[in-house]
């Protein structure tokens, strides 16, 4: 009995690492329900151009601090980023681009985001810094995903095109490559 006790206790803690909590959390929305339809319907009113990305770039390693947590080529490794949970955003992540929209992502970074430590940078950053800096972060997805484009029309936030029915033809989108 003693030894099925301990069993059972070491597998809590293997179910409850942070690695399973951290891949349970990448995809879940960051912004709260009953704000999420208005955070998705914002849409970044600048362009994607070297001087904007620039301008985002000096932002997130400067001013905004966003290296601090989500680390210097965005990955979410950033100095501090060891001491948070649920931890920070990977922008590297091949899924992060596909589930979330420009409007959430500048949602969180102006109002913070209730239940981690991502703090709002409303009071610190202007709505076109704040824009500059997700034309930055875009820069991390490579050619992951959609690039910021969130969920496709009719879907729900957490289906993908692999989670409906599809012809072969429409697997092969070049906006996913």
């Not at 803690?13 to 999420?36: E, I």
């Not at 970044?44 to 966003?66: D, F, R």
């Not at 979330?100 to 970074?109: A, D, P």
Request: charged share 25%; aromatic share 8%.
């Amino acid at each position: 009995m003693r030894y099925g006790l301990l069993f059972m206790l070491a597998a809590m803690v293997v179910l409850a690492s942070p690695p399973a909590d951290a891949q349970r959390h990448l995809m879940r929305p960051r912004v709260p329900p009953d704000k999420l339809a208005e955070a998705r319907a914002l849409k970044n009113p600048l362009p994607s151009s070297p001087e904007i990305i620039e301008q985002g770039k000096a932002i997130y390693h400067g001013k905004g601090t966003c290296f601090n947590c989500h680390g210097v080529e965005g990955n979410g490794n950033g100095p501090a980023a060891a001491q948070l949970n649920p931890p920070p955003r990977n922008f590297r992540h091949h899924g992060f681009w596909r589930h979330r929209t420009e409007g959430e992502l500048f949602w969180v970074i102006k109002y913070g985001s209730p239940g981690t430590a991502m703090a709002a940078f409303g009071p610190i950053l202007s709505d076109e810094e704040i824009w500059s800096v997700i034309r930055y972060e875009q820069t991390f997805a490579q050619r992951h995903g959609r690039r910021g484009m969130g969920p496709r029309e009719g879907m729900g936030p957490r289906m993908g095109p692999r989670h409906k029915a599809e012809s072969p033809r429409d697997r092969e989108d070049p906006a996913d490559e």
